[in-house]
T-cell receptor, first 113, second 111 residues
Framework: NAGVTQTPKFRVLKTGQSMTLLCAQD?????MYWYRQDPGMGLRLIHY???????AKGEVPDGYNVSRLKKQNFLLGLESAAPSQTSVYFC????????????FGSGTRLTVV | DAKTTQPTSMDCAEGRAANLPCNHS???????VYWYRQIHSQGPQYIIH???NNETNEMASLIITEDRKSSTLILPHATLRDTAVYYC????????????FGTGTRLTVIP
């Protein structure tokens, strides 16, 4: 039972490059989320999904795109990376029914130079 | 969703109970209180949640005041591995699509 798996764990990008972060969950959860966390700050929601084929904007969506083609996967894309996107990215999932907690992945540390 | 207020940091002696307070004076009747923790750069970990009644699980106890304007997370016997940032979050919607994490309380367990 892996829970929520994020790949890659670390990545260094040059400004302007693109990349995709992958989140996979094996708990059959309906809801999935992408957060970013900057040093000394709490988590901020980027995008989320309430089911396969759906996506919605969170608090800080600019510069990111997402896709949920399969229920178990939630992809976060950076089309043209900027130094301001240097952060730790966390994916999470939740059942979507009932007041249950989120399950988080271990994070992706992204540096844009 | 209601906002919360937590102390920035707290210390606790190893083996003693750690009591982490949270104020949520604007909480609505249908809003739950959630607690998460984040251990050094790892992903946040769900601890416990409650609506009105006190709750207990294998990790912690959650005490919610009768007026629901504040709550306390209790770690009964703190260990060094409990050193982490603890987030108190209030949210109305089950499986809510936006938990506001804030900056939490940094708990340091001292040997």
């Amino acid at each position: 039972n892996a829970g929520v798996t994020q790949t890659p764990k670390f990545r260094v990008l040059k400004t302007g490059q693109s990349m995709t972060l992958l989140c996979a969950q094996d708990m059959n959860h309906e809801y999935m989320y992408w957060y970013r966390q900057d040093p000394g700050m709490g988590l901020r929601l980027i995008h989320y999904s309430v089911g396969e084929g759906t996506t919605a904007k969170g608090e800080v969506p600019d510069g990111y795109n997402v896709s949920r083609l399969k229920k178990q996967n939630f992809l976060l894309g950076l089309e043209s990376a900027a130094p301001s996107q240097t952060s730790v990215y966390f994916c999470a999932s939740s059942p979507g029914q009932g007041a249950r907690g989120y399950t988080f992945g271990s994070g992706t540390r992204l540096t844009v130079v | 969703d209601a906002k919360t207020t937590q102390p920035t940091s707290m210390d606790c002696a190893e083996g003693r109970a750690a009591n982490l307070p949270c104020n949520h004076s604007t909480i609505s009747g249908n809003e739950y209180v959630y607690w998460y923790r984040q251990i050094h750069s790892q992903g946040p970990q769900y601890i416990i949640h409650g609506l009105k009644n006190n709750e207990t699980n294998e990790m912690a106890s959650l005490i919610i005041t009768e007026d629901r304007k504040s709550s306390t997370l209790i770690l009964p016997h703190a260990t060094l591995r409990d050193t982490a940032v603890y987030y108190c979050i209030v949210s109305a919607r089950p499986g809510a699509n936006n938990l506001f994490f804030g900056t939490g309380t940094r708990l340091t367990v001292i040997p």
